[in-house]
């Protein structure tokens, strides 16, 4: 299996733009490299009065359209490639849905199930000490990412404001709907995957509606399983789903609450109690379907598997999961590919309304953020398909060249100082 370092894949995404931007190349060399790197490494008490030692990571990558952006994730194999990786993409997919925020990207290398709630709240109270200079809303304004939820939100706030002397919701976002969270933010991402896989059905030759139409999602988290829910409402046959153990599949559709029911009960697919078949993580990206989601991690699509895929269209739910050159392979064999910087970026568009809304000290309705997603993913869209057509590219290559020029103006704009 090709291994792919994702810091190098996300340098390479914006050299395949370069060509196409009216860019001077110098801006486009600063726009490869992160502006800020902190590594940290720290002791936490665990439950057996021992001590461990965490390492954890925050990158900047470009302040700037304004305040850096970005998730914090848990992962035994968060590396410090993989977080410079993410908050590049963080950057390109805030411009490219055009939310005043530049990118940013966290992580702490650790395995959250086999820790207690205790040890995972003593790793995160210290991660944020560690990490307090650098963040805040009008610096660096992390939110949930993969093993993180509102909960890990609710503790990085309640310590940066403990050591502010006064409570500040607007440092991260994500958070619980009663420390000032945002309705409708839990499920922004895997809606925003949903509504841009509506906006691409005509374009990938799959009619107006989502009838009939079948869907296959690599990945169970709050990404996959949002994505999965909204699907199977709106009427298409979700025919398999997985996590990292496997998955399940059913030609004749899944019954997606009953299947995310037993993920939640059982920590994994029981697909005999579901009447399902079961089916392995490459053995999900080869089925035969209409729509195939990668909502798990990167690089999971690379130039070994893109001969075999099944699909008629990719929808990324997941940031970086398709190799540049499996992209090719992709866009040779016609399957239509909504990137995840205009696919993923419900969750950071939510995150932007939620941060407006603490900082005014307001309150939006769930129909009114629904309704502002739903348009700030229908306009991206639109934008990245009006440049695909101009140049006669890809949408990945078109959303880069949107995202990247637009912050390469930004920069260019503000000047270099001194």
Not at 398 to 411: E, P, S
Request: some cysteine; proline content about 6%.
């Amino acid at each position: 299996m090709t291994t792919v370092n994702p810091f190098d894949m996300a340098r390479r995404q914006v050299d395949i733009a370069a060509p196409y931007l009216d860019v001077d190349h110098a801006l486009l060399d600063i726009l490869k490299q992160p502006k800020r790197e902190l590594v940290v490494h720290f002791p936490v008490r665990m439950d057996d009065g021992g001590m461990s030692i965490f390492t954890g990571y925050r990158v900047v990558h470009n302040p700037a359209a304004g305040p850096a952006k970005g998730g914090i994730r848990y992962s035994p194999s968060v590396n410090l490639d993989e977080v410079r990786a993410l908050a590049m993409w963080m950057t390109w997919k805030c411009a490219v849905v055009n939310v005043p925020f530049g990118g940013a990207k966290g992580g702490v290398a650790c395995d959250t199930k086999g820790m207690s709630l205790r040890e995972i709240e003593n790793v995160t109270r210290r991660f944020t000490w560690e990490i307090a200079p650098f963040i805040g809303p009008e610096a660096d304004i992390p939110a949930p990412d993969m093993y993180t939820n509102p909960q890990v939100m609710a503790w990085i706030m309640d310590t940066y404001s403990i050591l502010k002397g006064y409570s500040v919701p607007a440092v991260v976002t994500g958070k619980p709907i009663e420390l000032g969270g945002s309705l409708g933010r839990f499920e922004a991402t895997g809606r925003g995957v949903f509504l841009s896989a509506l906006e691409a059905l005509p374009h990938a030759g799959l009619g107006p509606s989502l009838d009939s139409v079948t869907v296959a999602i690599q990945g169970a988290g709050n990404v996959g399983a949002v994505a999965a829910r909204c699907f199977s409402e709106a009427g298409a046959r979700v025919v398999a789903i997985s996590d990292s153990r496997g998955g399940v599949y059913d030609p004749r559709g899944l019954d997606v609450e009953a299947s995310l029911s037993c993920k939640r009960n059982h920590n994994c697919f029981l697909w005999r109690e579901i009447g399902a078949e079961e089916i392995s993580n490459a053995e999900l990206l080869e089925l035969d379907c209409d729509i195939l989601v990668p909502a798990a991690l990167e690089n999971q699509i690379r130039l070994e598997d893109a001969p075999r895929l099944g699909c008629r269209m990719v929808v990324e739910g997941a940031n970086g999961p398709v190799t540049p050159e499996a992209d090719e392979v992709l866009g040779d064999r016609g399957i239509f590919v909504v990137p995840d910087i205009l696919a993923n970026a419900g969750g950071v568009t939510v995150s932007y309304f939620e941060w407006v809304q603490n900082v005014q000290e307001l309150m939006w309705s769930e129909d009114e953020v629904s309704d502002r997603l739903q348009r700030t993913m229908a306009r991206a869209f639109g934008e990245v398909l009006a440049v695909a057509r101009d140049r006669k590219v890809s949408m990945r290559t078109a959303a880069y060249i949107l995202g990247v020029g637009r912050v390469a103006r930004a920069m260019a704009l503000r000047g270099i100082y001194p």
